[in-house]
């Protein structure tokens, strides 16, 4: 007789997309499919951290409507703009970052309060990137709200973050899609719900320009690590990639209700394979 299967869901980064966490959770609710972990990195780990700590689908939903809307990146840093024209008066330093962080950090509050990630009901892992010297960080114990501000803080937009004695900046800049770090816990089985970075239409502002370059660096990291993972992990990678026939903004929130509805989708397209696969152990 085999050992059981290990279940891990994976959440990459895609801003607003990685709502499609929670059509992918529902699909695993009604199978009565549980995970023994969630790892999430960027964006993807505010939605790991909502399915962690055991909330429904439907208040992730609703919780979600309320995290991530465009003011949280409406309020500049004025201080960011002196840096760039007057860096010898104002200081340069790696504390830079264009967007004022206080609306972010007051979202994230009022959705997670003051709990660990060690409070979370299934085991928690996020992701995020060492500023320093570039390697990939998991933070598993700590302030969640503190972990998360980490996990984005995405460069150029929110200044890196100090966790654990470590600055932290935006997970996907060391793997948009960590499955190494479900492998490297024991996972046989493995719900990779990744997503590519949108490239901009036009190329207005420094904050496009910015996100331009971010999309083509990671969506080819996302690439090279996820065939990497698929050829050296001896378990099952299981992709769960949405399809969006509508064009989805980093803001978009209006939209979550469509984005569930696709990733719960691609979640059912997979469903089959992965009961197979479980009813084997």
């Not at 992730?60 to 840096?83: D, F, G, N, Y």
């Not at 900046?169 to 490297?184: C, E, F, T």
């Not at 949108?198 to 496009?208: C, F, T």
Request: hydrophobic content about 45%; aromatic content about 8%; charged content about 20%.
């Amino acid at each position: 007789m085999t050992d059981p299967k290990r279940v891990a869901l994976v959440i990459g980064s895609g801003s607003v997309k990685c709502a499609a966490a929670i059509g992918l959770h529902k699909a695993l609710l009604r199978e009565n499919i549980q995970v023994d972990m969630v790892v999430g990195t960027s964006g993807g780990a505010l939605y790991a951290a909502l399915i962690a700590l055991g909330h429904s689908p439907q208040e992730s939903q609703e919780l979600s409507m309320r995290l991530w809307t465009r003011e949280v990146t409406a309020k500049h840093s004025r201080r960011a703009l002196w840096q760039i024209l007057l860096p010898n008066v104002f200081g340069f330093d790696q504390n830079f970052g264009t967007v004022d962080d206080t609306l972010a950090l007051e979202r994230f509050r009022a959705a997670y309060g003051e709990r660990k990630i060690e409070d979370a009901k299934t085991p928690l892992y996020i992701a995020a990137t060492d500023f320093e010297h570039g390697e990939q960080v998991v933070l598993t114990k700590g302030k969640l709200v503190d972990a998360l501000r980490a996990s984005i803080a995405i460069p150029y937009i929110f200044k890196a973050y100090r966790f654990d004695g470590k600055l932290l900046v935006d997970g996907y800049l060391s793997d948009p899609l960590p499955v190494g770090i479900a492998v490297k816990e024991g996972a046989n089985v493995i719900l990779a719900m990744g997503f590519e970075s949108p490239y901009q239409g036009k190329i207005n502002s420094l904050m496009r320009y910015t996100f331009q370059v971010s999309s083509i660096m990671s969506n080819n990291l996302l690439r090279a690590n996820y065939a990497f993972h698929s050829m050296a992990h001896h378990g099952e990678v299981i992709p769960i990639l949405p399809q969006f026939n509508q064009r989805i903004g980093l803001f978009d929130t209006d939209k979550i209700p469509y984005i569930i509805e696709e990733g719960e989708r691609a979640a059912n397209e997979q469903m089959p394979y992965l009961k197979k696969l479980l009813a084997a152990t």
